[in-house]
């Protein structure tokens, strides 16, 4: 017997137990245990995983894995393997439709997982996506593009660049709206950067991703992707911005500005959260896009698409004064030699003295408080400004303000050369940065270009309602939580 075709993946003790009942891969499976009795489908095993479990497909569509200690028999019927690869179909031209381009990077949105490997593979052809969520030929004529292929910790600024000179290219070219499909972990990241690089954007640039793969029953992905769709194509706020689920549940989604925008949940379906401020909008198939913020840039609905591409201070100043209404400016630069530092009680000056010595040029601080570290830090903070580093002042708090003349250790900070970043998150800041150093070192001209708003990454202030941390346990919550929005 060929234990590569009929036990995938499986070794060791594993194997063992599946060759003891004559279980092999692909089988119905009835399996008895101590914990209880499982009726699935037997799936392969990663190659790189455990010889300690038996992994199955159950009735109601998830996967569990079965410690072998506990299983007391098995019993399996033989089944065909089950083809899982996203069914392709034409994806049909409707005239009058918006054209959208999906831009990939990677993520899970509209994927499979591939049961070898363990490795989740994406969908992507216009054929691929319109098989697995025929909806989208409703919506939009599609066009995709796969700009590049990795997992969203990889993302760097060598791909910020490129996403903001693809990004001029289809603004050229007309196309109504784009989706830039991504990974959730640094989606933020990535549609801060964008933020600064694709500004007075004629149409909406959206950014999604999805927290489940789609072979999973709670998946995500469609939903996600159908409302990005219809924010790109139809949707009037032309700007960078993030589409995920709003609640939990599948009622809307959120539009959120990609400069104040985090993820707050590993694992939630509703992980996006705008920071100190409201989202822009909610989005839903039978309501479209309904605004929450009054001021947003409006999409542009004639044919002027020029697109200046700005790589000089004096390039970008005299643009950003000409305040042209029709020209779209792409500012594709960004100096990599920036770090966050996260304080912590107790650091010790080697640790920004490593990065002086690494020929660093920008330094965001998250700070406790209104914006503090600890004194013994403030030697190496002066040697950094010596070295003409740049460094910024974010909290810790995630809502707030840096507040840095109320005690003496800020305003010694300050005296030291740590500049307070108002209310910018700590990735936005780290973002901006790296974007300012790119168009110049001077510090004046860096300090003007941190604290010149582009977009709300920073405001005069938090809306009373930019602040809602909700906890389990008081009443009120619970009647919340249990009866309006279970």
């Known amino acids: ?9 499986y070794k060791g003790r594993a194997l063992e137990i599946l060759k003891r009942y004559d279980v092999h891969v692909w089988d119905k ?31 109601t569509g998830y996967n569990i894995g079965i410690d072998i200690s506990t299983i007391t028999s098995m019993q399996g019927e033989r089944d065909p393997q089950p083809n899982f690869k996203v069914p392709e179909k034409e994806f049909p031209y409707t005239p009058g439709l918006p054209h959208v381009k999906l831009l990939g990077t990677g993520g899970t949105i509209a994927s499979r997982l591939d049961y070898r490997t363990g490795a989740v593979i994406p969908a992507f052809s216009p054929g691929e996506l319109f098989g697995a969520v025929p909806e989208l030929a409703d919506i939009c004529n599609l066009e995709t593009e796969k700009v590049f292929a990795v997992f969203s910790e990889n993302m760097s600024p060598k791909e910020y660049l490129a996403l903001a000179n693809k990004i001029g290219d289809e603004v050229r070219k007309g ?12 989606l933020a990241h990535t549609a801060t950067a964008l933020t600064y690089m694709c500004q007075n954007l004629p149409m909406p640039v959206v950014l999604v991703g999805s927290q489940r793969s789609s072979d999973r029953p709670s998946s995500d992905a469609a939903l996600n992707l159908m409302h990005a769709m219809t924010a790109a194509g139809h949707g009037d706020i032309a700007e960078v911005m993030v589409c995920m689920f709003g609640p939990t549940s599948d009622e809307y989604g959120f539009l959120h500005r990609g400069t104040r925008v985090r993820k707050m949940h590993s694992s939630y379906r509703s992980t996006f959260r705008t920071i100190g401020d409201t989202p822009l909008a909610t989005i839903s198939r039978k309501e479209g896009v309904r605004p929450i913020k009054e001021q947003y840039n409006a999409r542009r609905h004639g044919k002027e698409r020029e697109v200046e591409v700005i790589t000089t201070l004096d390039a970008y100043k005299a643009s950003v004064a000409a305040a042209k209404p029709n020209v ?6 960004f100096d990599d030699r920036v770090a966050i530092l996260y304080y912590y ?13 690494r020929g660093y040029k920008g330094i965001v601080w998250n ?20 070295a003409g580093i740049h460094q910024y002042m974010s909290v810790q708090t995630i809502w707030g303000y840096t507040h840095m003349f109320v005690y003496d250790t800020g305003r010694d900070l300050m005296a030291r050369g740590i500049i307070p970043a108002a209310n910018m998150l700590a990735e ?14 001077d510090r004046e001209e860096v300090r003007k270009l941190m604290l010149t708003p582009i977009n709300d990454e920073l405001t005069p202030r938090e809306p009373i309602d930019g602040y809602l941390v909700y906890q389990g346990g008081v009443p009120e919550v619970e009647e919340f939580v249990h009866k309006v929005h279970k």
């Open 345 to 357: 009680p107790g650091m010790k000056p080697d640790v920004l003295d490593a990065l002086i010595d």
């Open 328 to 333: 779209t400016r792409i500012v594709p630069v």
């Open 1 to 9: 017997m060929d234990d590569n075709k009929e036990f995938q993946g």
């Open 29 to 59: 499976a009835e399996v008895e245990t101590t914990r209880g009795h499982f009726s699935g489908k037997i799936l392969p095993r990663a190659e790189n995983t455990d010889d300690l479990h038996i992994v199955m497909k159950v009735v």
């Open 367 to 386: 700070g406790t408080g209104l914006g503090h570290v600890n004194r013994g830090m403030f030697d190496a903070i002066q040697r950094a400004t010596d």
């Open 428 to 441: 936005s800041a780290y973002i901006k940065l790296g974007w300012a150093l790119g168009l110049s070192h």
């Open 175 to 186: 196309i109504d709206g784009i989706v830039i499909g991504h990974g959730t972990d640094t």
